[in-house]
């Protein structure tokens, strides 16, 4: 008995060595803050898994629009379906299925584009269209207001480009900027 | 670069007549960081209440309180995320990859508990652990599993632990995230497969006691190693052992160790052979998994994204396959030389053959462990609670006479007592 309860405790104190061995060496490089997963506009291929990929039943990936990279144009390929009846909101010329983007006039010829976030799912459409023609101010974020920061972004593993991974939770987003204000 | 392309397409306008203002979006932020540092301060609370409760205070009752709020706090509060045992892929990844750092909050959810075990048993899994606690409460009408099943399924999650900790270090993805059955009940959403996986696990819960904690949890794996050395243990009786044999049955997860006094000896000389064949025996699986394991990998490695792309480059490059996939296009428009691609899938497939051998290396050493710990006929005078199986939730205390004196409860008929010291 006494041997075994000997063998024990210099298997604990082994153990208790290498669990603060783990420790050290992780202690080093370790972050007070969290992270948080985002995507990387510039990498994202538009591909619309996004929409369907996250746990959440409704992705917390949204499409955000960069106002000052934005050419407010009037006839927006992120807004409209390619070759529109007619150049104005109606359902049929829309791209976005869920009518997610209101489009109001500024001045001639200038149309201002907004997301209307809660109905956004995502599904990246309008950012593909924006990014193949326009100036690409469209563009995807996962917004942290819905995102529930999953340990393994379910998103991130389908996503094809690679688009998406960790990056620091007091910085957590990767808008597209022009060079003036980036 | 895409987006200067893009700027020259159509600049940005100055609206001179009306003079309109950009407008401003909303940016909301993640919770803040202190939030993260209340979880882990509430994780070690919970802990050093669970310990006290389980092993000091002997209230089950206490037990099944703090397992409620577990369930609610780090289950439904926090959707299950992060939770240590998911944490310690994220702590493999970090010890492999230097440049992966790992969160102060994964640290303390993945190593506390270890702590905690190793001092006092596995009290983490008996109410602190969402997923534990849950199919705790749902365990109405205990069956049995028969030893010999219990001894075959037990040897899943330590193959479970071994194989994501290979895969989270080698950058195979976060597996136990990823079949985690109880993350999508505690969100109310997921995949249909894991959904089903977890209503199926929480029902059979009801009669086999903890299924996913004995049988596929590698985080009880690991704890259960470290609770094998612990400093002090949960105990069935308060004071003396009189092999009365009252609490034999209590334990519906088939932890408690029966007194080797009546049991029937075998002859020893057998036994010795045994335990010398299976100990010769190890060398041996070793060598036929970490092979198996290594062919594995390598027909494996070959539905991996940068692999399957270069095969595919390859053979546009070579003119075997005409025109582009949707895949070979984006990686064509990215401009990266072809070598640089080829030198990736290299580097994934040797990866793959490491991580595979190593996988089988870790199985051969799950199975031959356990043939020869089956191997090995421990004495023991006293029943006792197994100290790698026992999740400390408290059931067996009241089944114990010396117990139901200590706390002034009546006391069956005829059981053997001894007058408190």
Redesign the interface.
Known sequence: MKRRAFVRSAARVAAAIGLGGVLAGLVRKATSGGTVWQIDPWKCTQCGRCATACVLEQSAVKCVHSFDLCGYCRLCTGYFEPQPNALNTAAENQLCPTGAIFRTFVEDPYYEYTINEPLCVGCAKCVKGCTMFGNGSLHLQIRHDVCVHCNDCAIARACPADAIHRVPADQPYQFKRSRETA | M??LL??Q?????E?T??G?Q??G??????RG?WL?HLDAAVLVVALALAAWFALRHRSRRGLVALGIFSVLYFGFWR?G???SI??I???AQ??AD?SF???????VFG?VP??FA?LFGRVFCSSVCPHGALQDLMLLKPVRVPVWLEHGLRMIPHMYLGLAMIFAATGG??II??YDPF??IF?F???VLMVSCGIGLLVLGIFVGRPYCRFICPYGALLGL?S????WRVRITPDTCTQCRLCEQSCPFNAINSSTIEAPSRTVRADKWRLAAMIVLLPVLVGGFGWLGGTTGKSLMRNH?TVKLAGRVYLEETGKAPGTT??SA?FRASGTPVERLYADARVVSDRFVLAGRLCGVWIALVIGGKLIALSIRRKHHDYEADRARCVACARCFQSCPQELQRLGLPVPEGAPLVPPP
């Open positions: 895409n987006w893009a700027i397409r159509f600049p940005p306008p609206f007549e009306t309109h950009l407008p979006f909303a940016v909301p932020m993640p960081p993260d959707k995320c992060i939770c998911g944490s892929q994220n702590i970090g010890l230097s750092g790992v969160p102060a909050t994964v640290l190593l270890l702590a190793l993805g976060y995230c990823q993350v999508t969100r959403s997921g995949t470290v094998t050395v612990s400093k994204r949707g895949s984006v």
